[in-house]
């Protein structure tokens, strides 16, 4: 059974650039949650979609969105990238039961 | 807000030193998970602890989820160089609405075992 896919892998972008990033999640699984870590920060929360329906989202700006598809695949979107947005983003999905996730190997965004 | 305090922050040890990282919070999870990341890749899980006074073992690594649930350990013993990496606990609550999908994660410690 393939894991978490997240692509790209390594992203660069400028500040005022926005960047979509891709989460294919465990086949079966239907709920998606996006977090940013940062060394700082560490692991925080971005949101959560099930059934193309976000159900939860962190406290993050309005510049940070997402979307689901009908396969349960899922992006997000971040618009007007700001220096502090550089991170690592990992997607992670969730069979439902136990709220057990299993995360991708993430997307490293430079924002330059 | 949840909050879950992971210490010590780093941990630096000799090989076949034992070692244990604890995970506290002021509330209670109906979960506790810890995952295992290495530099590069996401977290990998290494045990969810469901039950108040839960003890699991995964060969030379022991949990604990607290009797009220509120805090978790880690101990590691005999550690080997293959034991390096950041570990990080991660609480769940089951209740829905805003815990839709949310892990509640700690800072992390990150562990160096010298050969």
């Known amino acids: 059974k393939a894991g978490v896919t997240q692509t790209p892998r390594y992203l660069i972008k400028t500040r005022g650039q926005q960047v979509t990033l891709s989460c294919s999640p465990i086949?079966?699984?239907?709920?998606v949650s996006w977090y940013q870590q940062t060394p700082g920060q560490g692991l925080q929360f971005l949101f959560e979609?099930?059934?193309?329906?976000?159900?939860n989202k962190g406290n993050f700006p309005g510049r940070f969105s997402g979307r689901q598809f009908s396969n349960s695949r899922s992006e997000m979107n971040v618009s007007t990238l700001e220096l502090g947005d550089s991170a690592l983003y990992l997607c992670a999905s969730t069979s439902g039961a136990g709220g057990i996730q299993y995360f991708g190997a993430g997307t490293r965004l430079s924002v330059l | 807000t949840q909050l879950l305090e992971q210490s010590p922050q780093f941990l630096s040890i000799q090989e076949g030193e034992n070692l244990t990282v604890y995970c506290n919070s002021s509330s209670v999870f109906s979960s506790l998970q810890w995952y295992r990341q290495e530099p590069g890749e996401g977290p990998v899980l290494l045990v969810t602890?469901?039950?108040?006074?839960e003890v699991k073992k995964l060969k030379r690594l022991t949990f604990q989820f607290g009797d009220a649930r509120k805090d978790s350990s880690l101990h590691i013993t005999a550690a080997q160089p293959g034991d390096t990496g950041l570990y990080l606990c991660a609480g769940a609550r089951n209740a829905g609405g805003t815990s839709y999908g949310k892990l509640t994660f700690g800072q992390g410690t990150i562990l160096t075992v010298h050969p």
């Open positions: 979609y099930f059934s193309e329906t976000q159900r």
């Open positions: 602890v469901v039950t108040g006074g």
């Open positions: 086949s079966g699984h239907r709920s």
